[in-house]
C-alpha cells in the first residue's frame, strides 16, 4: 500500500523566516508527487513533480522532487502571514483498479506570526 | 470558485441518523472522488467513479454508500451515523482516472450529535 510520510507535523515561525517541508514517500509504479495548500476549505493546488532535480518555483514557493531517495521538499521564502495553512504532499496511484485515487500525507500545520 | 459544488456545507445531525451528501463535478470532468478528512486520520480515499462507474474503493465503510449519476452528480450516503463519523468530506473531480488535474469542493462539515 502506497505510504506519504511529513514532517513537521507543525511549525510556527516569524514573517519573514524560510521554512522547509519534507515529504517521503512509499510507492509502487511512481509517476509524480503533487502539492497542495489546505486554508480553510478545499485544497489548492501547488505543484506537481514528475523528474528528480528539477525545481519547480512559483514565487516565494518553490519545490523538488529526490526520486532515488524518495522524497521531496517544499521551501518558502520570506514566509508572510498568509502563508498559514495545512500543506499537504500526496501521490496518485499508478495501477491497478485504484488509478487516479491520490494516497495523502498527514499534513505540516504552519503557522506565520506577525 | 472550483467548479465543484458541494452540498451542503454544514450538516448536524444525530447518531443512527442517516444524510446524503451531494456533488456536482466540474464541466466535462467524468471522475469523482470522494475523500473523508478527520482530524486525527488526515485526508482519507473513499471511493472513486468514473462516467456512473464504481472505479476504486478505498477505506469506506459498509454503512457509507455512493453512486453517480447519468448527469454526473454524485451522491454519498452515510446512514447509522455514529459520533466517529464527524469529518470534513470533500468531493474532486478530474476529466479521466489518471489522478492530475484534480479539482477539489469546497467539502461538507458534518457533525454527529
Known amino acids: 500500500e502506497d505510504k506519504v510520510v511529513q514532517s513537521p507535523l507543525s511549525l510556527v515561525v516569524h514573517e519573514g523566516d524560510t521554512v522547509t517541508l519534507n515529504c517521503s514517500y512509499e510507492?509502487?509504479?511512481?509517476?509524480?508527487l503533487l502539492w497542495y495548500k489546505q486554508e480553510k476549505k478545499a485544497p489548492t493546488f501547488l505543484f506537481m513533480l514528475?523528474?528528480?532535480?528539477i525545481e519547480k518555483k512559483s514565487g516565494r514557493l518553490s519545490s523538488i522532487l529526490d526520486k532515488k531517495e524518495l522524497f521531496s521538499i517544499l521551501n518558502i521564502t520570506a514566509t508572510q502571514t498568509g502563508d498559514s495553512a495545512v500543506y499537504l504532499c500526496?501521490?496518485?496511484?499508478?495501477?491497478?483498479?485504484?488509478?487516479?485515487?491520490?494516497?495523502f500525507g498527514q499534513g505540516t500545520i504552519l503557522t506565520v506570526h506577525p | 470558485d472550483s467548479g465543484v459544488t458541494q452540498t451542503p456545507k454544514h450538516l448536524i445531525t444525530a447518531t443512527g441518523q442517516r444524510v446524503t451528501l451531494r456533488c456536482s463535478p466540474r464541466?466535462?470532468?467524468?471522475?469523482v472522488y470522494w475523500y473523508q478528512q478527520s482530524l486525527d486520520q488526515g485526508l482519507q480515499f473513499l471511493i472513486q467513479?468514473?462516467?456512473?462507474?464504481?472505479?476504486a474503493k478505498g477505506n469506506i465503510l459498509e454503512r457509507f454508500s455512493a453512486q453517480q449519476f447519468p448527469d454526473l452528480h454524485s451522491e454519498l450516503n452515510l446512514s447509522s451515523l455514529e459520533l466517529g463519523d464527524s469529518a470534513l468530506y470533500f468531493c474532486?473531480?478530474?476529466?479521466?482516472?489518471?489522478?492530475?488535474?484534480?479539482?477539489f469542493g469546497s467539502g461538507t462539515r458534518l457533525t454527529v450529535v
Open positions: 474532486a473531480s478530474s476529466v479521466d482516472t489518471s489522478g492530475y488535474g484534480y479539482t
Open positions: 510507492v509502487t509504479n511512481f509517476r509524480s
Open positions: 514528475t523528474s528528480s532535480g
Open positions: 500526496a501521490v496518485p496511484n499508478a495501477g491497478g483498479t485504484s488509478y487516479g485515487k491520490l494516497t
Open positions: 464541466s466535462g470532468d467524468l471522475s
Open positions: 467513479y468514473y462516467n456512473g462507474e464504481e472505479r
